[in-house]
Structures are given as C-alpha cells and as structure tokens.
C-alpha cells in the first residue's frame, strides 16, 4: 500500500520551501559569517526582514541538529563571553525559562 506522499531532494532540508535562488542562501550565510544585521541581510538581498528573520533561524536549527564537533587532540583555550538570553520566538519550543 503506497503513502500517496511526495517527496523530494529537499524535503526535511533547510531548502525546503526555498521560494528564492539557492544562490541568496549562500549569500545570506556569507553576510551572517561577517556578522551582518538582518536588515542590512534584507537590503543587500532584497528580501524582506521577515525572511532575512526565518533563514537565520532555519540555518541555526540546521547547525544545532547536525554539527557535530570532533575531538580535540591537543589543549584548547576557551574566553568567556557573556550574552543576555533572548526568548523571543521560543514561545512554542520546550524551554524553561530562567529566571531574568
């Protein structure tokens, strides 16, 4: 018995529902790599902000779900750097928020 599905090369792949070139996402990640603003992503790209904002969290899901560090094999220095959380559009993911 068949599923009646359809699949493609891009189903559950951060190109799914890609509505601009592929050539943009390389772009995109290019600009965050230099640590470029959403809105200066937008403007460059010319997309909207809103889809600068869903790529961004698309491509922090892909790297969250699949990169996996290899050991290291001499000493390692690490600095510590201190951010404040942001919990915007977390509502609907399973955290537990701390106390601020």
Known sequence: EECKKTFSNTTN?????LKHKPEKWFEF???????TTLNEC????????VTAF???HKIFHAIENNYRPEKFDEVVDVDTYYTEKCYKGSRNKNYTYADK
């Open 13 to 17: 792949s951060v190109w799914k529902y």
């Open 29 to 35: 990640i290019e600009l965050m790599g230099e640590h």
């Open 42 to 49: 937008a403007a460059k790209l010319e997309i909207s902000i």
């Open 54 to 56: 869903y790529w961004r």
